[in-house]
Nanobody, 121 residues
Framework: VQLQASGGGLVQAGGSLRLSCAAS????????MGWFRQAPGKEREFVAT????????YYASSVKGRFTISRVNAKNTVYLQMNSLKPEDTAVYYC???????????????WGQGTQVTVSS
């Protein structure tokens, strides 16, 4: 499956952004989708994941209550709505797909190219 992330940008602290990830090449609803991020000099970290139907989600504690992951299988797209953004949310955000559910980046077989999110203070 091929993944294309978009929607990043520069926003002030307290602002919002919505990331999108469009999938192609395989049956989208067969895949668990996840969002990860990587800040300069830091390891890639888990942000959120959503199961095949969209009925189950899980978030990193650092974003829970501020970010919402969702998917529209008919559009082959997964979203990450990010509210109340903080400077520490600044990172390259990646969408990922896999056949199984998990929070470790090493479990995900397919990755998008990343989109930069910068939050100014």
């Amino acid at each position: 499956v091929q993944l294309q992330a978009s929607g990043g940008g520069l926003v002030q602290a307290g602002g919002s952004l919505r990331l999108s990830c469009a999938a192609s090449g395989r049956t989208f609803s067969d895949y668990v989708m996840g969002w990860f991020r990587q800040a300069p000099g830091k390891e890639r970290e888990f942000v959120a994941t959503i199961n095949w139907s969209g009925g189950s989600t899980y978030y990193a504690s650092s974003v829970k209550g501020r970010f919402t992951i969702s998917r529209v299988n008919a559009k082959n797209t997964v979203y990450l709505q990010m509210n109340s953004l903080k400077p520490e949310d600044t990172a390259v955000y990646y969408c990922a797909a896999d056949l199984s559910y998990g929070t470790s980046w090493s479990r995900y077989a397919y990755w998008g190219q990343g989109t930069q999110v910068t939050v100014s203070s």
